[in-house]
């Protein structure tokens, strides 16, 4: 099941290729396009001279605060392969994007919309890795593989403030046999405002289970001045304990594979310089700006896909990272930083993650 392969496009397999999108609700075979203007609220007027068969129903319109729309609900054995939306970037941290799989009663994935996609800033970082796709202006991909054996439901929830007028969809995916080795994909989000006394942040606490984690999505909104990126990303695997990680890096800009600070020539430009690869990427770095609807704080977004190095645990894994930068003595200082990050990883059986917290706690400005 290795989709990210191309040598598996040569190969004819024993699968159904289906797709679900607001033209097709279910995917159902033959089905699409069907809506005629006027059957629903989602149907557009723009349509009233053209008629059934003509991008009559192409989103969902109006999504209310509070409200809750399955986006699919599909049965199984199957791999959702590709997912596309697109929203106004106001909304990127008020959608709640949940997963449940099989015959489970929580979701396995609970995360703003924008960070699943990369996008946790303000939903206008392009990225360009394996993955995650994001393109002008908002278009927002994932090909992480996601299995199911007997459902998968996806929904979304307008947890904000302000009715959504339109939200855009499609996702693909194969109705085929699926083996005993494939994992179901999990994300975790959390939201740290460390302290001097507590400069650490979890990026997921302890998980159980067999798996291996798969990526990193960072944003880190500076509180503080100078250089925030001096702590050491740690992994603590299958019992170890809290003060004796397995594997433990070196830095922070060095677990998203830069190095000294992003920073092309300190003489000249000590802004840092944004990248975005198939694997590793610090694709955004905002600072003070007189946009109206940019971040007032220094603002950092950074991935790392562990898609060619998992990261393999047998019973249970943790991941932190600490928040340094440096006094003028040349010593480490704990730094007071906002700190938001997804972790996307695999486990061997569905399970629970912990609810979203509030709108309000979602944001940092």
């Known amino acids: 099941m290795d989709h990210f392969s191309h040598a598996n496009i040569a190969r004819l397999r024993s699968a159904t290729t289906r797709s679900i999108s607001a033209e097709n609700p279910t995917g159902t075979k033959g089905q699409g396009a069907q809506a005629r203007p006027g059957d629903d609220p989602w149907c557009t007027e723009a349509a ?13 319109r109006n999504l209310e605060p509070g409200q809750t729309v399955v986006l699919a609900d599909i049965e199984g054995p199957g791999i959702v392969q590709h997912i596309w939306c697109t ?27 924008g960070d699943f996609f990369a996008n946790g800033i303000d939903g206008r970082s392009l990225v360009n890795s394996q993955p995650i796709a994001v393109n002008p202006m908002g278009g927002m991909n994932s090909y992480w593989p996601m299995p199911f054996r007997t459902r998968f439901r996806l929904t979304i929830r307008n947890d904000g403030h302000e009715t959504i007028p339109e939200f855009f969809y499609q996702l693909s995916y194969s109705l ?16 740290t405002l460390t302290t001097r006394n507590t400069p650490e942040h979890v990026i997921l606490d302890r998980v159980h289970g067999r798996g291996h984690y798969a990526g990193t999505y960072l944003v880190w909104n500076q509180l503080s001045t100078g250089w925030w990126g001096e702590g050491e990303v740690k992994f603590f695997l299958d019992g170890d304990a809290d003060d004796a990680p397995t594997i433990c890096g070196t830095g922070t800009e060095d677990y998203f594979g830069g190095a000294w600070g992003f920073v092309m020539d ?7 310089t944004t990248f975005s690869t198939p694997y590793l990427g610090y694709p955004q770095a905002l600072f003070d700006t007189t946009d109206q609807d940019a971040p007032r704080i220094p603002s950092h977004g950074l991935y ?25 003595n040349g010593k480490y200082q704990p730094l007071t930083d906002d700190i938001a990050s997804t972790a996307f990883y695999y486990l061997q059986r569905p399970t629970p993650v912990r609810p979203l917290p509030p709108v309000e706690s979602r944001y940092s400005r």
């Not at 009233?48 to 969902?60: A, H, I, N, T």
């Open 48 to 60: 009233s001279e053209l008629g059934r068969c003509w991008k009559v129903r192409p989103c969902l």
């Open 87 to 113: 929203v106004l970037a106001k909304a990127h941290r008020s959608i709640a994007w949940e997963v449940t799989y099989d015959d489970a009663d929580e979701p396995s994935i609970r995360v703003p919309v």
């Open 176 to 191: 085929e046999e699926v083996g005993d080795d494939a994992a179901y994909l999990h994300t975790s989000w959390a939201r």
């Open 266 to 272: 300190y003489e000249r430009n000590q802004r840092p």
């Open 304 to 328: 790392r896909w562990h898609i060619p190095d998992p990261i393999r645990f047998e019973r249970d894994c943790r991941v932190t990272v600490q928040a340094l930068g440096w006094w003028p």
